[in-house]
Structures are given as structure tokens and as C-alpha cells.
């Protein structure tokens, strides 16, 4: 039997607050990636907590529960040599660090990119509506995991953090990168 050679895939692990720009940066690296002939899927988080994680609320449990099926597609994706692109606020890093366990005890890669724009920033974008004008002022890092209240860890460990700064609409991002 003969066989090929598989690209290697990665999850490329978007984190940020509510309206920091995940979404759109992984649309745009997707579309980057594929016109280089990567095979590439992007997992939004918004998209998987609707179809693979319908009927989960927001407690901590049910987050965590959302977070781990979503790193399940992710490493089986790259097991399977593709490129997962997944934007997902995950703001637990204990279920950050579960996810990035799998793909190690797999044998795969992990990227972690936190998407830093600053919380001024996102309450401005609000894209989905999330806030109302009268919890805009209550919106801060430490609380807003969701845009309903609850506590966001932002990754600690990042092996490099880019000397990048926030311009209009271009969110500052560290990296984690694991194996």
C-alpha cells in the first residue's frame, strides 16, 4: 500500500473579548491560507455554540462544555491535516489549557492568539449588541468573558508577544505556541 504525505495541520486558537476582531481576523487568514493551497476550516465559535453546542447556557460548566467539544473538532481537524482556524472567546484559561492538552497528547501543534483590543475598543464595536448603553460603563477585561458578565483569563504565558500596537480597528495580539 502507498501512501502520501499529509500536510500537518494546526489550530490557529483565536481569544480575545466580545468584538475584538476574532472573527474577521480568521476569516482573513483562512482565505490567506487557502489561496496557498492549505486545506483550512474555520470553527467560529458563535456558529458551533448554535449547531454543536445548542441548548448550553453561559455558567461557567456550560462554557467550559462548549469550549472542549469545539477543541475536539479542532485536534481530530488536525489530526486529518488541516489548518483550524478558531475564533472563540473561551475565557477560562483553564479550558484553554485542557484544549491545548488534547492536541498535545495527540501529537499535535497548538497556536493560542490573544486578540488584545482593548475593552474601550470593543464596548465601542459592540457588534452584536451585546451590551446596552447602560452596562457599557461596567464593561472591563476582568468581566466581560462573554459580554454577559463573566470573568475572562487572558492567556499569561505567551512564548513571544509582538511588538505591535493598536491602531484604528487593528487589534494588538500575543501568541502561545505549544510543541
Known amino acids: 500500500m502507498t501512501t502520501t504525505a499529509r500536510a500537518r495541520g494546526a489550530p490557529v486558537w483565536l481569544t480575545g473579548l466580545p468584538s475584538a476582531g476574532k472573527t474577521t481576523i480568521a476569516r482573513i487568514l483562512g482565505t490567506r491560507l487557502k489561496a496557498e493551497r492549505h486545506r483550512v476550516e474555520v470553527l467560529d465559535g458563535d456558529e458551533v455554540r448554535r449547531f454543536l453546542s445548542a441548548g448550553l447556557g453561559f455558567s461557567r460548566e456550560d462554557r467550559n462544555t462548549n469550549v472542549q467539544r469545539i477543541g475536539l473538532v479542532a485536534e481530530v481537524l488536525t ?4 489548518l483550524a482556524v478558531v475564533p472563540v472567546i473561551a475565557p477560562y484559561a483553564d479550558s484553554r489549557d485542557a484544549v491545548r492538552e488534547r492536541h498535545e497528547a495527540s501529537g499535535t501543534p497548538y497556536i493560542e492568539v490573544h486578540v ?59 501568541t502561545r505556541r505549544s510543541r
Not at 489530526?79 to 488541516?82: A, K, Q
Request: charged residues 20%; contains cysteine.
Open 79 to 82: 489530526r486529518n491535516g488541516v
Open 116 to 174: 488584545a483590543t482593548p475593552v474601550e475598543v470593543c464596548s465601542e464595536r459592540d457588534v452584536k449588541g451585546a451590551r446596552s448603553a447602560t452596562t457599557r460603563d461596567s464593561w472591563c477585561p476582568e468581566r466581560c468573558g462573554s459580554g454577559t458578565g463573566s470573568p475572562s483569563t487572558p492567556p499569561v504565558r505567551p512564548p513571544r508577544s509582538p511588538a505591535s500596537t493598536c491602531s484604528a480597528g487593528t487589534p494588538a495580539s500575543r
